[in-house]
């Protein structure tokens, strides 16, 4: 017995949605756990899976009918992320390709970039990252510095970005810059299309301490130079095309929070019913199935959250779609910390063997707590945006 979703049914999920979510653990199940830890070993990327995804159709849910997509939403997508991490197999960069650079320039795109990128986003032949992280401006994105200058028509970058996921893999980044007259004052990013080999673009690898097929880079981006359609929306109104990626970030990444939480919780139901030190399985002793119980009721909590945001997300809401992922997000975040700690106390000594497959969580949970956005800084805009209160910084 899995841990199957409560919110479902035709009051919260529609009968297509709940088809997808059903087609799409069955898909992840093929693959599942062995699968993903095999590539871990083998230090390889997850493209089999990545591919058959995009075949299928599960990438693109929420890109337009009109450049090969689904014509769904962040909704739908959130589900496919979920239900692949539920059974073992999560795909990071769903997160990035489709539900960031995908809605970015979907949204904000001309129809040329449009044509060049979302089918092939779409149907798993090409990937995109995203960095807008940076050195000094970390949870602070106010702070970035990565320029971008005129020269003639071209554009020309410089600048340093940290942790972005999935370069080496990617066939280009989208790059959070700001233009140079912007420098100073308020942040007024401008987002570029950066393909990976183009001159002064470098790469580095971070040694993460992370069991995850997708690693992270710091990028070098000196003397870039990028042609004007280079430039995905408007120079200025980059805010907004910028919170357009972010949104969906926050959702996905509290998609990705909860499968691995229920994969966690799974397999720490399955060994509470059979392990036995004294008479009962230990799921009897109350002291490990009311954690469980917690961690039951917290995911599913955080669940109706994360649908929230992407019903108001995807009805086009895009205010109370930021407070609501930004919730989302957190109270995924610390379900599946909870959860995964949970489920290694409940395996005993196993919780930390290689062969249960539950320790390397431990580190992966702590991810979500700290990006795209930290915990605290949920924490200063909830204080800010909902409570009134003043801030410290
Ligand atoms: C696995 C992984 C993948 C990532 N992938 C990407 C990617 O693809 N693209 C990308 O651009 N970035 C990516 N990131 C970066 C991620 O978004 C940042 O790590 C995150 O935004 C936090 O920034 P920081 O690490 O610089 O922490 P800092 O900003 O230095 O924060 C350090 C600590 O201080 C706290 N803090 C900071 N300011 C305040 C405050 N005002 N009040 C209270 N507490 C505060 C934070 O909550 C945190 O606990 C990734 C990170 C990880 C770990």
Known sequence: MTTQPAVAGGLLETEEQRALRDAVAAFGRRYGRP??????????HTHELWQEAGKLGYLSVSLPEAYGGGGQGITELS??????????SPLLMLIVTPAITGTVIARFGTHAQKRAWLPG??????????????????????????????????????????????????????????TEDARTGRLKPCLFVVPRDTPGFSRHLIDMELAAPEKQFE????EVRLPADALVGDEDAGLLQLFAGLNPERIMTAAFALGMARFALDRALDY????QVWKEPIGAHQAIA????????EIELARLMMRKAAVLYDAGDDTGAGE????AKYAAA????????????????????????????????????????????????????????????
């Open 35 to 44: 699968y993903f830890e095999e590539a871990l070993r083998a230090g390889r």
């Open 290 to 297: 009311h954690p469980l119980a917690q961690a039951h009721i």
């Open 121 to 178: 986003l779409g149907d798993g032949t090409r990937k995109m990252a995203f960095g807008i992280t940076e050195p000094d401006a970390g949870s602070n994105a106010h702070r970035i510095t990565t320029t971008a200058r005129r020269d003639g028509t071209d554009w020309v970058l410089n600048g340093r970005k940290v942790f972005v996921s999935g370069v080496d893999i990617s066939d280009a980044t989208l790059i959070v810059s700001r």
């Open 272 to 275: 509470a019913r059979t392990r």
């Open 324 to 327: 609501a992922a930004n919730m």
């Open 219 to 222: 990028l070098v981006l000196d």
């Open 334 to 393: 610390e379900a599946c910390v909870k959860a995964v700690d949970q489920a290694v106390h409940t395996l005993g000594g196993n919780g930390l063997t290689r062969e249960y497959g539950l320790a390397s969580l431990v580190t992966a949970a702590r991810v979500a707590r700290i990006a795209p956005v930290s915990r605290e800084m949920i924490l200063n805009y909830v204080s800010h945006q909902n409570l009134g209160l003043p801030k410290s910084y």
């Open 79 to 88: 589900v496919v992320l979920e239900e692949l991490g539920a059974a073992g």
